[in-house]
Every structure is written in structure tokens, then in C-alpha cells.
């Protein structure tokens, strides 16, 4: 299912796994009336702190995930209609609630004409389930015709570009990225499309399920999916023409480069012009695809363009040559109504359901109309609906306040850098001039977008998702010639999460993650250090993980690093990556240490950071116990209850094979075991199940 997304795939180093379709409110631990009050209590007291959720019969070293949070785990419902629960979802829940009020207050400003009018339209249109079912799939009509007439490469190309600006389907990804070697600027990006976070890609969430006979299930699902799809459309042969599209993207998927090896920006930044592009993958009609996208006539061929995979790409473009037309349209007709089922009737809308959740992840409940209506309106209005939240619920004294704490989080990455035992100096000096550089975004942008030019119209749920998609890639197609706007943030107020720009030098943290249990003013600061602080370092220590460390300080992409140091980095990273490696999630399958690396590396980062601002804070005064806690044990607790969250099993694997944040429990025992004060504080011992030998333990920052 395909919502419009203004994550790039060089934005990297979010906090969390994306909140996607089917993450609703949720309880702890059982029913209605416990899943409302947990939207509002994240935690069971006053301090910070959910003590009462830990498992004391637990030894710490022998799984400090389930000590910390066992009985809140085991006592945890994960609601039918979400396929995880924690505190990240919590928030989720929280700033849906809050946005549902925003927008029921609006709905009597629908004739007003103003940009809350659109609001109001968008998401009044949207819960009329009546209306959308009695138009069935009928709004395809057109595009599903425009499929049909596809016959040679200049037309299949322009299917492929006019999917930027509507809910057509494109296997490859076209994006306005910063220049990597010039930050001032922006350029064009092209994506085989399988990356998280932009359009584009294949069916399935990653090439392993299409090629591991282990997840054959999952594919057979996924034909089956593909086959009621066409039949809705009334597409002839629909089980043939199923077939035949799995087949296809089989195909495609073969050539695709693993996400485990896109990890690594400068062999993943190549910069040629459209003239260049042609000749390498001259199998698609790459100028009738730009043109029609919108890009600039003028210089068209000698245009630069950044082919994140080219051998891949050229190796999908001869796939797609040589593919059946028949099997083609079918393909793209399913996508067509695939990605634009949340806006169809709900025949449409639940059979998306039944396989995107519940084969997928698990989830057994599509959640009500008003909850995907937010996520809707989101994607076509954000920014307006995020000048709303943070006049409603981020008061500037907030944002003051988080302010403060990222900059101790900087004084400590500066200390922990100034003292770093394998850098040599000029590297070291550079990485600091770079710390220096760090821009910090907080709670909400300096300015927001004008929607004065989208159209919506009242009771056109579908043609108000293309127009607002088409407004959306117009948007970014209008930065192509300009200078870099720093001001341009890539998550609305409202999102649950934060990340950071190597590009631009910067770590952003919206307004709906800075609240407990991340962060409660009332609450204990060690604990908060622990949590929002570990937050913080996260994002920080991207700035310097596997990917982040190859951009300075102005955010240009090059190798800044001496020989040497590289190389000592290179060997931690390796390290820490084979622990990954080994962690067993489910029978059989294993966290991949590469794909998860830049998480692994800025978690690690994050919680040596959030114990360094701690003792910052304690200006010389020693570590106290309070609530029967140490201070220091208090930080660890407070990373860990941030991760205290619950999976199904189907999502659980699709995480690990398709996501690079590792899971929730390797998030909490993964760092805390590679760092020294946590084997004294929590009295960890040789032979614990978590015990690292001394020289096992990786430093990185």
C-alpha cells in the first residue's frame, strides 16, 4: 500500500521503526477501558519509572530487557487492530487522539475555505464509508485505461513518471535529494526502490521473500493476494495473470541489491547525467519517464542524476524489457489498486487489510475508519494539521526545555570524543569541528508549507489523494533549482520519532516524542537521561555511525577519515556487528548485523552518551539512590523501558528481514552488555548469559 512519504532515502537514522498502517490505539493489559487509560499513563507512577513493570526473578545479566520490563511484557496485550505495543506506540495513540479532536473541531469550518476548510474536507470526505463504497473501484477508470493502452517502452515510461504525482506504480524510486558533494544544493535521485522510507519497490517487503523458500508461504499469500485484487478490477484471468506477476517481480527481485549492501554512501552515490543513465540501462525510456515527472526540459541530458544502484537498475530494466506486456499491465493494474485501496470501497480496503496486515504482520482487526482517516489526512496535509498540534499542545517552554538537554547531550559527545583512545588527532579534530556544526531541531519548523494551490473537493476521497500526492511531489520538484531551504524538516510535529540528516549536518526531534515516558519534567532526571537523553545520543551518534561518518561538517560526502582511524573503526564496527549476529530472534532466524549496523552503533552511542550527561549533571556530586536506585542504574532502566515493547511474531520477522532497527530486546541488552558500568552497577558476573570478557566489549563512542 502505497502513502505518500516525505522520507528520502538518504534520511537515515530514525529513532524507531516506522509507524505504519495498523499501529491504533492499543491496552495495558486487557480491554477497551485499559487501552484508553494507557494512552494517558505510559507508566504506573509518579516518578518515571514503571517499577512495578520489572521481573526481580530475572537476573539482569541474564536478560536486562525481561528484568527491566518482564511483567509489564507478560501482562501486555497487544491490540487486535496493531501488530506491536510499547511506548512508542503509546504516543502514536496519544497524538492520533489529539489530532482526531483537532480535526472534529474543524469539520464546521468545512465551507470556510481556508486551509482549515481543506482539513476539514479531506477528512470529513474520508469517514463517509457509504459514499466511498457506493463509487466501488470506479475511480480507477481512467488510470486503469491509460494501463491498458501501455505498449512499447515510451508508454510504459510514462506510466512510470506519472506515478510520482498519483497512485500509479513505479518499481524504481525518483527523489530530490541534496547533492552529497555539494549540501548547498539539491539534485535528482534515482532508487531501485526497495529502500525504506520512499515509494517505489516491489510487493513484498524485501527480496527474502521472494527467494527464501522459508517464507514460501508468505509469497503463495501473496499470489493469492495479487489474484483477488485483479479479480475485484474484473481483470481477465486473474489467477494466470497473478502468477505471472509474482514471477515478475521474482525476476526483478533477483537483480536487486540486498538492503544489507546499501549501507555504505560513498559506492551508493553515483552521479551521472540523463545522457549517461541512457546509455547504462538503455532498456527504459529514461527521458519520457523525467519528462514526464515534470523535470525541467531545458539541459534535460545533461542533467546530473544520482543511480544509487546502477548495475541493479540496468539489471531491472532489461527484466522489464523483456517482460510479457500482458504481464505488465496486469502488474501494474494490481499495483494501481493496491496503493490506492485505503481510498476505495471496502472490498477494496479489506482485502488490502487481509494480507498487508494480517499475513504480513499478524494483525487480526483493521482499524476503524477515524484511525486511517489521521493517517490519510497526514499524508496529504501534514504540516497544516502540525501547525495545529503544536499550537494546541507544545507550549514553548517545552521546547526550552529539550533545548537544554541536547546541548548537554553535546557537551558530553564532545567530552566522550576529546577522550576517545583510538582516533588519531587530525581525525579526532575534524570529527569535533563537525560536533561543533550539529544543527538541532526541536518541537516544530521555523516555517511551514502553503497548501493555498491544492484542490480538495468535498466527497472525492479518491481524487483528493492524487491531487494531494501531486501537490506533494510538485513540492519537492520545485527545489530542484534552488538552494537547500535548512528550514524543510522531513517529519511533521506530530510524528513519533526523530532522525538525523548527514546532508545537512542536523538531528531533528518532533514535538510528539518529547513527553513521557521519553521525557516527564515531573519525573526522576536520571531516568529521563535514560530515555530522552539515550534519544538524543542516538540521533548524535549517527552523525559519526557506519553511514553518518562519512559526511563533515558541512554535510559533503567524502573520505574525511585517516587510513588509520577508518580502519580501527572499522574493526569495532565488524565486532559489534557479529553480536548481532548471533542474537537468535526467532528458530532460525537471526538480527543481520550489516543491515542493522548505523541503529546498532548510535544505540550503543546513545546509552554511553545519555551516562555521560548524567555525570555531567552531577557536577562533581556523588551518584544517590533514590526510589532504591542508583542513579546510574536509574539511566540504564530508563533506556530500557523505552524498548519494553511486545511483537507479533509475522511482524517481528518482517523486521528483521526488511527493517534496519534491530528488535526491541537486542535494543536494551545489546549496549548495556558492551559497556563497563553496567556489569557493576547491576553486579553482572563471568558466566551470566550476557557476560562479556573485557576485550569482547566494543567502544565505539
Known amino acids: 500500500m502505497k502513502i505518500p512519504s516525505f522520507r528520502s532515502?538518504?534520511?537515515?537514522?530514525?529513532?524507531?521503526?516506522?509507524?505504519?498502517?495498523?499501529?491504533?490505539?492499543?491496552?495495558?493489559?486487557?480491554?477497551?477501558?485499559?487501552?484508553?487509560?494507557?494512552?494517558?499513563?505510559?507508566?504506573?507512577?509518579?516518578?518515571?519509572?514503571?517499577?512495578?513493570?520489572?521481573?526481580p526473578s530475572t537476573s539482569p545479566g541474564q536478560d536486562f530487557f525481561t528484568y527491566a520490563n518482564g511483567r509489564y511484557i507478560r501482562q501486555l496485550h497487544i491490540p487486535d487492530d496493531m501488530s506491536s505495543y510499547g511506548p512508542f506506540h503509546v504516543l502514536f495513540e496519544l497524538s492520533q487522539a489529539r489530532q482526531k479532536t483537532l480535526l472534529e473541531e474543524l469539520l464546521p469550518y468545512a465551507e470556510v475555505g481556508d486551509e482549515r476548510s481543506k482539513l476539514a474536507i479531506y477528512y470529513g470526505s474520508f469517514l463517509d464509508q457509504k459514499a466511498v463504497d457506493a463509487r466501488g473501484g470506479t475511480p480507477l477508470a481512467a488510470e486503469l485505461d491509460q494501463i491498458r493502452r501501455m505498449e512499447d517502452r515510451p508508454s510504459l515510461a510514462r506510466l512510470f513518471g506519472l506515478a510520482a504525482g498519483s497512485?500509479?506504480?513505479?518499481?524504481?524510486?525518483?527523489?530530490?535529494?541534496?547533492?552529497?558533494?555539494?549540501?548547498?544544493?539539491?539534485?535528482?535521485?534515482?532508487?531501485?526502490?526497495?529502500?525504506?522510507?520512499?515509494s517505489g519497490g516491489l510487493g513484498l517487503p524485501d527480496i527474502s521473500y521472494y527467494l527464501d523458500p522459508a517464507l514460501g508461504s508468505k509469497k503463495n499469500a501473496y499470489r493469492a493476494h495479487v489474484a483477488r485484487v485483479l479479480a475485484l478490477l474484473g481483470w481477465p484471468e486473474p489467477e494466470n495473470n497473478a502468477?505471472?506477476?509474482?514471477?515478475?517481480?521474482?525476476?526483478?527481485?533477483?537483480v536487486e541489491t540486498p538492503r544489507d549492501q546499501t549501507r555504505d554512501p560513498i559506492k551508493l552515490f553515483n552521479p551521472m547525467t540523463?545522457?549517461?543513465?541512457?546509455?547504462?540501462?538503455?532498456?527504459?525510456?529514461?527521458?519520457?519517464?523525467?519528462?514526464?515527472?515534470?523535470?525541467?526540459?531545458?539541459?534535460?541530458?545533461d542533467r546530473v542524476i544520482d543511480v544509487?544502484?546502477?548495475?541493479?537498475?540496468?539489471?531491472?530494466?532489461?527484466?522489464?524489457?523483456?517482460?510479457?506486456?500482458?504481464?505488465?499491465?496486469?502488474?501494474?493494474?494490481?499495483?494501481?489498486?493496491?496503493?490506492?485501496?485505503?481510498?476505495?470501497?471496502?472490498?477494496?480496503?479489506?482485502?488490502?487489510?487481509?494480507?498487508?496486515?494480517?499475513?504480513?504482520?499478524?494483525?487480526?482487526?483493521?482499524?476503524?475508519?477515524?484511525k486511517r482517516a489521521i493517517r490519510v489526512t497526514n499524508a496529504a496535509m501534514g504540516w497544516a494539521l502540525g501547525r495545529l498540534y503544536v499550537q494546541r499542545y507544545f507550549p514553548p517552554e517545552a521546547k526550552e526545555r529539550i533545548t537544554g538537554l541536547v546541548n548537554e547531550l553535546k557537551t558530553a559527545f564532545r567530552w566522550r570524543l576529546e577522550h576517545?583512545?583510538?582516533?588519531?588527532?587530525?581525525?579526532?579534530?575534524?570529527?569535533?569541528?563537525?560536533?561543533?556544526?550539529?544543527a538541532m531541531q526541536v518541537g516544530y519548523p521555523k516555517k511551514w508549507w502553503d497548501y493555498s494551490a491544492l484542490v480538495i473537493k468535498a466527497g472525492d476521497v479518491y481524487g483528493n489523494a492524487v491531487r494531494s500526492t501531486a501537490f506533494n511531489w510538485r513540492h519537492r520538484l520545485d527545489q530542484l533549482d534552488r538552494p537547500v531551504d535548512r528550514d524543510e524538516w522531513d517529519m511533521t510535529p506530530q510524528t513519533v520519532n526523530a532522525y538525523n540528516d548527514p546532508v545537512k549536518n542536523e538531528i531533528v526531534f518532533p514535538a510528539a516524542i518529547l513527553q513521557p515516558p521519553f521525557f516527564d519534567p515531573k519525573g526522576d532526571m536520571a531516568v529521563n537521561y535514560g530515555g530522552i537523553g539515550g534519544v538524543i545520543g542516538h540521533e548524535m551518534s549517527h552523525g559519526f555511525d557506519d553511514q553518518g561518518r562519512h559526511y563533515d561538517e558541512h554535510g559533503r560526502l567524502h573520505d574525511?577519515?585517516?587510513?588509520?582511524?577508518?580502519?580501527?573503526?572499522?574493526?569495532?564496527?565488524?565486532?559489534?556487528?557479529?553480536?548481532?549476529?548471533?542474537?537468535?530472534?526467532?528458530?532460525?532466524?537471526?538480527?543481520?548485523?550489516?543491515?542493522?549496523m548505523g541503529e546498532n552503533i548510535a544505540d550503543l552511542g546513545g546509552l554511553n552518551l545519555a551516562l555521560q550527561a548524567y555525570h555531567d549533571s552531577l557536577k562533581g556530586k556523588p551518584d544517590t539512590t533514590v526510589h532504591g536506585w542508583t542513579g546510574n542504574q536509574r539511566v540504564f532502566l530508563g533506556w530500557a523501558q523505552v524498548w519494553r515493547e511486545k511483537d507479533r511474531p509475522d511482524a517481528l520477522k518482517r523486521q528483521v528481514l526488511s527493517n534496519e532497527h534491530a528488535p526491541a530486546r537486542s535494543r536494551v541488552n545489546m549496549p548495556a552488555h558492551n559497556i563497563d558500568l553496567w556489569y557493576q552497577v547491576f553486579g553482572v558476573k563471568?558466566?551470566?548469559?550476557?557476560?562479556?570478557?573485557?576485550?569482547?566489549?566494543?567502544?565505539?563512542?
Open 686 to 701: 563471568a558466566g551470566d548469559k550476557l557476560y562479556l570478557a573485557p576485550e569482547q566489549r566494543v567502544k565505539i563512542w
Open 560 to 596: 574525511w577519515w585517516s587510513h588509520e582511524s577508518s580502519l580501527a573503526f572499522e574493526a569495532r564496527a565488524k565486532k559489534l556487528g557479529a553480536q548481532y549476529d548471533a542474537e537468535e530472534v526467532l528458530p532460525g532466524l537471526h538480527v543481520n548485523g550489516n543491515m542493522t
Open 420 to 438: 576517545n583512545d583510538w582516533m588519531d588527532d587530525a581525525t579526532r579534530r575534524a570529527a569535533l569541528v563537525k560536533l561543533d556544526h550539529f
Open 167 to 198: 497512485l500509479l506504480y513505479s518499481p524504481f524510486a525518483l527523489d530530490i535529494e541534496q547533492n552529497q558533494q555539494d549540501p548547498e544544493h539539491y539534485m535528482l535521485m534515482l532508487d531501485q526502490g526497495m529502500s525504506i522510507g520512499i
Open 308 to 370: 544509487r544502484e546502477p548495475k541493479s537498475i540496468a539489471d531491472m530494466a532489461r527484466v522489464l524489457a523483456r517482460a510479457d506486456r500482458v504481464t505488465v499491465r496486469a502488474w501494474l493494474a494490481f499495483h494501481l489498486a493496491d496503493n490506492a485501496a485505503p481510498y476505495l470501497s471496502h472490498d477494496f480496503s479489506d482485502e488490502s487489510f487481509n494480507f498487508n496486515g494480517r499475513v504480513l504482520t499478524g494483525v487480526t482487526k483493521q482499524p476503524v475508519r477515524w
Open 9 to 55: 532515502a538518504l534520511k537515515q537514522g530514525s529513532i524507531l521503526v516506522a509507524l505504519g498502517a495498523g499501529l491504533v490505539a492499543g491496552g495495558i493489559p486487557t480491554g477497551q477501558a485499559a487501552a484508553k487509560q494507557a494512552a494517558i499513563q505510559p507508566y504506573r507512577n509518579g516518578w518515571g519509572f514503571d517499577q512495578a513493570g520489572m521481573d
Open 243 to 254: 502468477s505471472a506477476v509474482v514471477a515478475l517481480e521474482t525476476a526483478l527481485a533477483k
Open 274 to 301: 540523463v545522457r549517461q543513465l541512457v546509455a547504462l540501462a538503455p532498456d527504459i525510456d529514461w527521458v519520457t519517464y523525467l519528462r514526464t515527472m515534470g523535470v525541467p526540459e531545458a539541459g534535460l541530458m
